[in-house]
């Protein structure tokens, strides 16, 4: 056991100051009632929209599924058209995928989280809100586009040139603009999470002390930053297809629509891996407390998690072993492929020693644990054996595909997900789900998953092609449909009830004791049921099992014994700790209920949702007054003066209620944003050497290109704005009001003239973006690197302003740390965009 | 039945009494059940196996599918032996030695799996010997148009329907203009994309008559699928006829019975 920074109080406190704490507590984190209820940002509220609204995604994607398996459950079927059918498959793949498996875990993330944590929140809950908002929008729009027959229906991973050239309506584009929206939305929640679990830890949970759950999720939250921008890259490129006629999938104009299956791939198998490992998670949080032991390999978990989360980038090409690369390119995916079962296979036998050093006690929880490992493994063995690129050649587009896929991901995200579900559920409002009628969902999910999915891998080597909306007979297909039919119906019920006992009103129940699993992580401290405020006091941590190991830890807790018991000045707040040792370096004080998040939401879902019904305009003004309404969230809501420097938060420990550069939360948030946005300047990047590698001609002869003078003139005046922007945080630091104003009023004029600059090469050449992929990818990397510039103009212009109104002053600097970190990346962009467009045509 | 052999034979029944047992007898007896009542044949079943390629293929699975069951019962076996214990610490080495062995012996198994696996990679992927026959097919919106373009013979086309000579290779060529489609034909080879802009071959070594079924294994719009074919495969001379014959003046005459 390590030794403590800070015992708790000797004594308990007097109970007249602990009623007086809980009572300023209750004010600062009591929800908004009425109508402000929906304006509020706590994460145990928003956790619970979120949570709730995925649940329903989840339903109606398995609605969807159910029509199929109607469809194909006899040969020759008139149950649905092929148009009818093609649009189901395409939304039930597409809403299980966007709207369930990566949202469940972002939802149990906000909500648990910070409770693992021993946190009161997140650090920016109106970000967790605005996810939420933008989650309801897109997800809704794609949902009812299907009513009214304009659904998508070229697949879930939407080849072109069939949704390219091959899908007038709006279907397509309601699937690229409005996901791409709900990505944008993930990200941020990745970013909010990556920073609850670095920075917001009670003291002493040093690095190697995380629950297992955060590890978990840090690695998948890391992976959506890069995985997540190469689709969103490959969805711009093929809406300006679509939109505008730029030829990136046109093999005419020089296209190929291989660069969509790179580009979505290097997003897809990242995907389900974003998709398993936080819900293998839970898993690790489950066994440890039925086996009545800590955790055995703890560091193994965490190396393989890491481990499989990084070989998982170098994959993608399994997904494509068909569509004739060289050999050596199919042997190494194949050969990386497999491997990636290795750390995956670490984890399980983790689980397994874990049950086998410890007494595992029959519960509902660990049934579903068993139902997720022997699914899962059946899942990982299919996975190894089309990764094999001989049997692939067989297997790739078949019901053997469909019956891996939904091994992996039935095994690997729904049974962990109900099981969790129903040990988690005493956190959410304080009492139990049923026993008996989990017992029941258990059965049926577990038999009907088997008879749908089993069946399906003779299905599909028996000659069946995925997508198919029938089949013929006398292929021998028709019983092995049948069967999965019936499986079907067995999962729908089963489903059933669980949406039932969780929708089921339970005011007549009693609570539930409180840890009534008897556990030994920080999430459990809650009382039946939880309290606004989260965890009444901070406490100072030294073990894996605080619950376990730390005796009287609930009673020091409750009694305000450790860190931050009372709320003072009547305002939210919440520790921040160092990234490593969890020393604590900040009180942050975070927002209450606000509705600014969802008139954000708002806007930026017109601005990227309109234009699917050609709406340019309408879409432009949303941008602007989405533009709007940020700045005013970021200047009414952060990088707040306090009234004092600093604050009190116990055991002789004061902390500064401000912090700017690498210290403070938003620079990090900077940070981490940015490195998802330069993945996705990479990707585009990525486009121009796929096609210039290629035997093509790339540029064509005689097409005139950007020319070296404008970009070269772009990118100076860029990198003068960017050493500008850095010098005036210098200055600003030494209190020079003169230099600041002109540094940055410089700067800003630097920044139009250099976007300007960076547009006029094309432009002035006569370049025509719809003629050849060599112009268009010119032209959209020059708009890029402008559009970055026009962004670095505009918080420049709002420093000016921060510092004008004296919202920023020579301490109080976070405005001018975080542009000035903004501009690096643009800097990066720039020179990036001028090696492509100068130095490349001058190699070739 | 060589199939169900094969399954029945894979599968090591265990015994041992728990609360997982019964999910387990019950899985097993689905797997059973469904390759009894449904057998691997057809003519568009890649287990039901007419051509080299399809041949090896098929090898690989099933060896694979036996290694896989037998994995799968061996950890499902361990679990289900880990939940039973009574535990303490005395069990923690073993425990410790079970996760180490939990990375090398896949780690064994999967290398093993990867030098079998590659080693069979060159003969499906590579081209067919300069002299084959070679048939162009084009992927259509919703058909699939078959040119042959052989030397002494007048070229023709041919929809949804392809000839072979038994026992002789022959190189696909594939080609699209318009989406992205895939040439199945799981009796007698894997598939490969006809993609708009590239040029992609198959190579396929039929090596019994009969008439075999092919299906388009990428999705590519509203009737994709129906976009099926027919190979017919027939000794040497027959196909020669037959190739005389196609290359003649076109006149009415019976289709291809499945």
New interface residues.
Partial sequence: MQHQDHEPLAESPPIELQRQQTERLLRAWAPAKGWRYWSEVNNSVVGQWYTGLTIFFLAYGGVLAALMRIQLSIPNNKFMTAETYNQVFTVHGSVMMFLFAIPIFEAFSIMFLPQMLGARDLPFPRLSAYGFWAFLMGGMTLCLSLFFNAAPSGGWFMYPPLTSKYEPGIGPDIWLLGFSFIEVAAIAASVELIIGILKSRPPGMRIHLIPLYCWYVLVAAAMILFAFPPLITGSMLLELERALNWPFFDVSRGGDPLLWQHLFWLFGHPEVYIVFLPSVALVAMIVPTFARTPIVGYSWIVLSAIGTGFISFGLWVHHMFTTGLPGITLALFSAASQAVAIPTGVQIFCFIATMLVGRVVNSLPMMFVFGALATFVIGGLTGVMVAVASFDFQAHDTYFIVAHLHSVLIGGSIFPFVGATYYFYPLVNGKKLSERLGRIVFWCLFIGFNVTFMPMHLTGLRGMPRRVYTYSEGLGLETLNLISSVGAAILVAGFAVFFWDLLRNKDQEPLSERNPWGAGTLEWLQEMPGKPWGVRSIPEIDSRYPLWDQANIVRDVDEGRFFMPDAEEGKREMLITSVIDAKPVQCLRIPGPSYIAFWAALFTGGAFILPTFKLYWAAAACAAIATGVILRWLWNGTAIIPEKERKYIGHGVEVPLYASGPDSVGWWAMLITMLAVITAFVSLLFGYLFYWTLDRDFPPPGMPGPGWFWPTLGTAMLMGSWALTNLVRKWNRQDDARLVYGGLGVSCLLAIAGGAAMIAGPYLNGMDPTQHVYAATIWLLVIWTAIHAGLGLIMNAYCIARRAFGRMTAKYDIDIHNVGLFWHFVAITAVATEIVLVVFPILK | MICTVTHLGCLKMRTKAN??SP?LS??LA??IF??I???????????STAGE??E???G??WI??GA?AA??LA??A???Y????????Q??P???R??V???VI??IV?FT??V???N???S??AHAPATAMKVTVFGE?WWWRVRYELPGVQPFELANEIWLPEGEPVEFILRSN???H?F?V?SL?????L????V??LTIHPKQSGVY?G???????????QM?FYVVVKPKAEFDSWLKAQSGPASLTDSVE?
Avoid at chain 2, 82 to 89: D, H, L, N, Y
Avoid at chain 2, 215 to 220: D, I, P, Q, S, V
């Fill in positions: 609360r997982k999910a019950l899985f689905l797997l469904t390759a009542v449904t057998g691997c044949g057809g003519i568009q079943s890649s287990l390629e399809a090896r293929i098929a690989l699975f694979m599918t896989g994995i799968w950890v499902m361990l679990a289900i880990a939940a039973q214990s009574k535990g303490g610490e069990r923690r073993f425990a410790r079970l996760i062995l939990g990375g896949p780690a999967l799996l990867l079998f696996g590659l069979m990679l060159p499906l992927i919106q318009n989406v992205i895939s199945w799981p080879a894997g598939k490969m994309d993609i708009p802009g590239r992609n071959h079924r299906a388009c294994a990428e999705y590519c719009g509203r009737a994709h699928a099926n499945p």
